[in-house]
C-alpha cells in the first residue's frame, strides 16, 4: 500500500492550495480517508474526514469554512482544498487510510509541508 501526498508548499496568507493523495494497493474505494497536520511541537491534528461514499465528512474547528475535503473513487485519490490559509495552518500534511476491514487507520502517507507566511 501507499498513499503519496503532493501539492504543498510556501504561500502567503489568504492564498490557497490544493493537495492530493495518490493511493495504490487499497481498497480505496472502502475506505474512510482523512487528512492530517503536525506543526513543530505540537500534536497531530485531525484536520478532515470523508466518508468512503463521499457523503459523510468531518472538519476540524479550526479549517471549518476553508477547507473542502474530497475524494475521487475512479481515480483513487484524496483532496484538499485549503483557501485563506494562515499563518496557524503551517504544518506537514499527510493522509491516513482506514480499510473497511479495520477501521482504523493502518496507512499513512509521507506527508507534504505546507508553509504559509504572514
Known amino acids: 500500500v501507499q498513499l503519496v501526498e503532493s501539492g504543498g508548499g510556501l504561500m502567503q496568507a489568504g492564498g490557497s492550495l490544493r493537495l492530493s493523495c495518490a493511493a495504490s494497493g487499497l481498497a480505496f474505494s472502502t475506505s474512510t480517508m482523512s487528512w492530517f497536520r503536525q506543526a513543530p511541537g505540537k500534536a497531530r491534528e485531525l484536520v478532515a474526514t470523508v466518508g468512503w461514499k463521499g457523503n459523510i465528512q468531518y472538519y476540524g474547528d479550526s479549517v471549518k469554512g476553508r477547507f473542502t475535503i474530497s475524494r475521487d473513487n475512479a481515480k483513487n485519490t484524496l483532496y484538499l482544498q485549503m483557501n485563506s490559509l494562515k499563518p496557524e495552518d503551517t504544518a506537514v500534511y499527510s493522509c491516513?487510510?482506514?480499510?473497511?476491514?479495520?477501521?482504523?487507520?493502518?496507512?499513512w502517507g509521507q506527508g507534504t509541508q505546507v508553509t504559509v507566511s504572514s
Open positions: 491516513a487510510a482506514a480499510p473497511a476491514s479495520t477501521q482504523i487507520y493502518d496507512y
